[in-house]
């Protein structure tokens, strides 16, 4: 049966992002000097994207390919729209922790900070999107 045009179209689109965003994080483990460091914060934030885009291309092959001749698709529908949805929140999160992350290291330019503050503040930007997909 194949996918609909504008399925198709979202598909290849998840896909080049996944490509894309496989390079990026490819290309940023190779380059890590210690001229050139990045912080943990930033690499959840790809990596939770990362999660999201492999499994909105698992849930177009799975619902569009593999169980498009069949009627009996409503629970695998149900169960893969939950994981869909739980991967949007631990995404968003992610992006709102890297946006947090900016924000304290600017004012940081004009304030101090003590290393365990920081410490802590990373730690709980690091496990929040994981307890958001909970």
Not at 47 to 67: E, G, K, N, Q, R
Not at 72 to 91: E, K, N, P, S
Request: net charge neutral; charged share 10%.
């Amino acid at each position: 049966m194949g996918f609909p045009p504008v399925n198709a179209a979202m598909f290849v689109l998840r896909l080049l992002g996944f490509v894309s965003l496989s390079a990026l994080l490819f290309t940023v483990v190779l380059s890590d000097s210690e001229s050139m460091r990045r912080h943990s914060v930033f690499f959840n934030f790809v990596s939770t994207y990362l999660m999201y885009t492999a499994v909105m291309i698992f849930t177009d092959v799975v619902l569009f390919m593999a169980f498009a001749e069949t009627d009996q698709t409503l629970g695998v529908a149900i169960i893969f729209d939950t994981l869909v949805d739980c991967m949007r929140f631990i995404a968003l999160t992610a992006t709102l922790n890297l946006f947090i992350h900016l924000w304290f290291q600017m004012r940081g330019a004009f304030s101090d900070a003590k290393a365990r503050t920081t410490q802590l503040r990373t730690f709980a930007l690091l496990i929040t999107p994981y307890f958001m997909g909970l």
